[in-house]
């Protein structure tokens, strides 16, 4: 088995837990709109999918203007409720060490991420992320990508490096079904609760992990 050359991070769920401030945006913004909080059926079908696709799977089809606006609305929210959290809001324990030690190697890394670019803005100045990241490298939901595939394939392309010479973090289903028609060397499920969600189902997921701390990045790259 070959040794990945470069990373790409998904963000939400795999370089921060944050599906509780997530649910306490959406259930602010269903409340707002349709008088109820968001199911947890819903959230579960949301998870890694682009704003665009949730907000219509919970209100119904709507201009692409009019969705924009209130994926921005709906960001604005999320992003005072991570503020409002303080030092619980944080970066996955065992990260920042984990990255430090790649850009020690000289690992090419980037992000792609299915959140807005103020959301973006918002992580890379909160966790400091340009110490280890070049933000104008990262890729975003910038309304022109259907899933996270075209992402990957833009954020590879952003480092100067071939999809099958990276090292991919994911941690939604859909993600990692994405990640999947990228080929990667390697593919890895983060996972922020005991459960699996299936994702020792699919071969291409070498290993899946709840802790960064118990990782070595020499395993991680070798797996």
Known sequence: MKKAKAI??????????DDKEHKQAWDHFSMKYRGKPVASEEMEQAHGRPNKQIIQLILGD?????SEKLSSEK????????RSEGKDYHLVFGLEELLEEAKQQGILMTIASASIKPNIDFFVEHFQLDRFFDPAKIVYDDGTH?????????AAQAIG???EDCLIFEDSLSGIQSAIKC?????????????????Q??????????DYRKHSLEELLSL
């Not at 259907?146 to 833009?154: C, L, S, V």
């Not at 189902?201 to 709840?210: E, G």
């Open 8 to 17: 790409l991070f998904d963000f939400n769920g795999t370089m921060v837990f």
């Open 62 to 66: 709507m201009s692409e203007s009019e």
């Open 75 to 82: 960001e604005a929210m999320y992003r005072e409720v991570c």
């Open 146 to 154: 259907a899933d996270k595939t075209t992402m990957y394939q833009k």
């Open 161 to 163: 490096v071939k999809l």
């Open 183 to 199: 080929n990667p060397a390697k593919l890895i499920a983060v996972s922020g609760s005991n459960k699996s969600l299936n994702y």
């Open 201 to 210: 189902s699919f071969p291409q997921v070498k290993q899946v992990i709840f």
